[in-house]
């Protein structure tokens, strides 16, 4: 997977960012968490592949890149030996897809669904091994997925969720930040929070904002289809 991913993730030169140079912004949709738990009945996944699906077309379109490759946040936590264990189980797990103009949404999601359940199922690995494969191949992906969501999904959606678009507002802003586009699917469970933080100089301000509103209006558009 490392030796797959495209360097840099941006295939054009970066511009002027702004200050502070890394911006986070954030989405509330209802609409949106109902989309998505419709596709993923429909095309048998999970609701998060659903999400991972959407952001790689997304990311596609935005870097140039026809493959999409990214981290992963992943808990490891899954031996009952290490319940009792005070300390953080959390290691990187990369994912890489390849994604074509025109390919239909389902298709890219179950692919996407195939690669993540792949990613998690590795992710986990002594650490100093893998700092020698990554001399040996190159640095890992700056692009970042992670979804802290329980549930998996959103048990409290209301039963007809509000047609109109979700309301995107400010998170933060940072100097420095150590990815250069980081996706985050919020735990809130009555509505979709989604959050995007981007290197400005890549993604600027209001390519942050289009691109979340793009999710929603993607996957919208698919469930009405």
């Known amino acids: 997977a490392l030796e797959r991913v495209p360097r840099p993730l941006f295939a ?5 960012p702004e200050e502070p140079r890394f911006v986070k912004l954030g989405m509330e949709s209802a609409a949106l968490g109902a989309a998505a738990t419709g596709l993923a009945a429909r095309w048998g996944v999970s ?5 991972l699906g959407a952001y790689a077309v997304l990311l596609s379109r935005l870097t140039g890149r026809g493959t999409v490759a990214l981290q992963l946040i992943v808990g490891n936590r899954h031996d009952p030996r290490l319940a009792p264990m005070v300390a953080t189980l959390v290691q990187d797990g990369i994912f890489v897809l390849d994604v074509t103009p025109d390919q239909p949404l389902a298709e890219v999601v179950r692919a996407a669904n195939r690669g993540v359940l792949a990613a998690y199922r590795h992710a986990r690995y002594d650490p100093a091994a893998q700092r020698a494969l990554i001399e040996e191949t190159g640095p890992p992906p700056t692009a970042y997925f992670n979804d802290v969501r329980v549930a998996g999904g959103w048990p409290n959606l209301p039963p007809r969720p ?6 995107i507002f400010p998170v933060g802003a940072w100097p420095e930040v150590d990815a250069e586009v980081f996706f985050t699917a919020g ?4 509505t979709c929070r989604l959050d995007l933080l981007a290197d400005t100089s890549l993604l600027p301000r209001e390519a942050i904002e289009a691109t979340l509103r793009e999710v929603e209006t993607l996957l919208v558009s698919e469930e009405n289809t």
């Open 12 to 16: 054009a030169p970066p511009g002027a």
């Open 47 to 51: 609701t998060s592949s659903v999400l």
């Open 162 to 167: 509000p047609a109109a678009p979700g309301r």
């Open 187 to 190: 735990p809130a469970t009555h």
